[in-house]
């Protein structure tokens, strides 16, 4: 991948965008991917591109929860914000992106805008889509999939990612996912810094005190981390050194299990809110966390 090529590729107009009915509105209003969003997480840094890019550049390890919210935030703006909000924000992704460029550990050069790791980004959120309604809910059919897959690579239309890079259907998607795991992803110190966030997840707010915050954070985070670790593909697991044991995958399974059965009692609207409302309330988060940071 030429590390110095830019992703802006042609404006597609509102209408490119799926609308409310969609499977695109049902899944990324599902709250239930919160559990399994550091998945995703890894995925994109595990690119050697987006890890360089995120280990000399992000405040992630600073500030894990406002990054974490920020990229909600964004997928917000683009699915369920007005034409006008969702152009801006592709804008604003390009413009952030354009600046990010060096040179990473293993002497080759990076730059926010490549074309293959812009479009990998955009990719590894339908994968989470698709994970977390196998592992949480109703897993989708091969031809859901493929709708929400078309879909979703509408709204990468709107991001501005390069058709070229964005597989033409789910089946050539499944190819390329494949291959990339197997192939391009690799260990780096933006992955140990995820792995090290998930399992020990940093105190955002210093009025909690320590005794309080600890004990809650050692739990969610051991579950948390089993959680993303699981639905990951092994081939994946094996080539960021990550072990993974029978007795995990029993854990796992038992863990997806339990939460699969507590959900599915719950009313709709917990797990899968109003648009507007993630929209609003991940707004009114950044903000905080972002002072808090500050």
């Known amino acids: 991948m030429p590390a110095t090529a830019s992703s802006r590729g042609r404006d597609p107009g509102p209408a490119a965008r799926p609308g409310p009915g969609s499977l695109t509105w049902r899944c990324a209003s599902d ?38 919210f920020r990229t909600m935030r964004s997928v917000d703006r683009v699915v369920f914000g007005s034409d006008q909000v969702a152009a801006a924000e592709g804008r604003r992704l390009q413009r952030l992106h354009a600046g990010i460029r060096g040179v990473d550990p293993a002497g080759r050069p990076y730059h926010g805008l490549d074309p293959g790791a812009y479009a990998w980004v955009h990719l590894t959120l339908f994968q989470l889509f698709v994970d977390v309604q196998r592992v949480f809910g109703e897993p989708l059919t091969p031809s859901q999939q493929g709708t929400l897959y078309l879909e979703w690579r509408q709204v990468g239309r709107v991001l501005r990612v390069r058709d070229e890079y964005l597989p033409a259907s789910w089946s050539d998607f499944r190819l390329h996912f494949d291959d990339t795991v197997a192939r391009v992803l690799e260990a780096n110190q933006a992955v140990d810094d995820v792995l090290t966030a998930v399992a020990h997840p940093r105190n955002p707010f210093p009025a909690v005190p320590a005794r309080v915050w600890d004990p809650v954070a050692c739990r969610a985070g051991e579950l948390s981390r089993l959680l993303s670790l699981g639905v990951l593909p092994p081939v994946l697991r094996q080539r960021l050194g990550i072990p993974w044991t029978t007795a995990d995958q029993e854990r796992f399974a038992r863990q997806a299990y339990r939460l699969r059965s507590v959900l599915a009692a719950l009313p709709r609207p917990v797990v899968s809110i109003p648009p507007s409302m993630p929209y609003l309330l991940r707004a009114r988060v950044v903000r905080t966390l972002g002072r808090v940071a500050a």
């Open 31 to 68: 709250t239930r991917g919160v559990l399994v969003a550091p998945a995703a997480l890894l995925l994109q840094v595990a690119h050697p591109v987006v890890g360089a890019g995120v280990a000399a550049h992000s405040n992630f390890t600073a500030a894990p929860w406002a990054r974490l």
